[in-house]
């Protein structure tokens, strides 16, 4: 749906805000900035692939491609194939998506992951004591209790399973820019995986998330953005 406000055209449809009609077809007023950091300085590229356990949803019926392998995703060879590649081309990361959406359905039961992460063993409680056959000191292990907020049935009352890592909290690489997600990334992401259909768009989309993760007491220059890209490889020669 179009609309015009003063001189500027704007589109949009259905919960969407509408966008003007010129950052839609990719005009920018003043000097370009794309690919530049605050500073001036050029940013690194850094490539990140995506792929998720199916034959479709961004690629669809390319599984009958004579060439297509995403069939065979079900088996190991696929994935160790995969990384050799990403490992040969100098890739950065690799993205495995999933369909869930844990984050809408159960409205914040990110909580007792991080307190299980942060706060179920303290930090000298690994001990690998063979002469004792103690792996733990058993007391700096506690349980996590987490009753849900705004869903009932998202209860915790465990301590985590494992040791922590050096780091505690994993790394946190969301995907899409959805009202929700963007929130939810400007308060836990380091990586968000993005789209648009032009470039201002984009930049738009991370502006806004950046200024939330201001708001919410971060540096938003923390946050790395990957932005998607499909390509159509010809034949070789």
């Keep these: 749906m179009a609309s015009t406000t003063g001189s500027k055209s704007y589109v949009g449809s259905g919960s969407v805000d509408p966008l003007p009609l010129d950052l839609l077809q990719g005009k920018v ?9 605050q500073d001036g300085k050029k940013k690194r590229i850094l490539l990140n692939a995506f792929d998720m356990n199916g034959i479709g949803r ?11 392998k995403s069939s065979q995703k ?29 984050h809408d359905v159960y409205k ?15 930090d000298d409680v690994v ?11 058993p007391s700096k292990v506690r349980k ?17 399973q494992v040791d922590p890592s050096p780091q505690r909290t994993p790394l946190i690489f969301l995907a899409g820019m959805s009202l929700a997600g963007s929130a939810f990334a400007s308060r836990h992401a380091e990586c968000v995986f993005v789209g648009g259909m032009s470039l ?27 932005c998607s890209t499909d390509s159509c490889v010809g034949g070789r020669r």
């Design 144 to 160: 996590i209790v987490h009753n849900g907020k705004h869903v009932k049935h998202v209860k915790s009352e465990s301590a985590h």
């Design 58 to 68: 961004i690629s669809i019926e390319q599984w009958q491609n004579l060439e297509d």
């Design 29 to 37: 007023n003043g000097e370009r900035k794309f690919g530049y950091r």
């Design 200 to 226: 201002p768009i984009l930049a738009l989309n991370i502006e806004k998330t950046r200024a939330q993760a201001a708001a919410n007491g971060r540096d938003p220059y923390d946050i790395q953005f990957f």
């Design 127 to 137: 001990v690998k004591d063979a002469s004792t056959h103690a792996y733990t000191t």
């Design 74 to 102: 079900n088996r190991l060879p696929y994935w160790i194939e995969l990384a050799k590649l990403l490992e040969k081309g100098k890739f950065n990361a690799l993205f495995l998506a999933d369909n869930f959406g844990s």
């Design 108 to 122: 914040g039961s990110y909580a007792p992951a991080i307190q299980l992460w942060e706060s179920s063993w303290e």
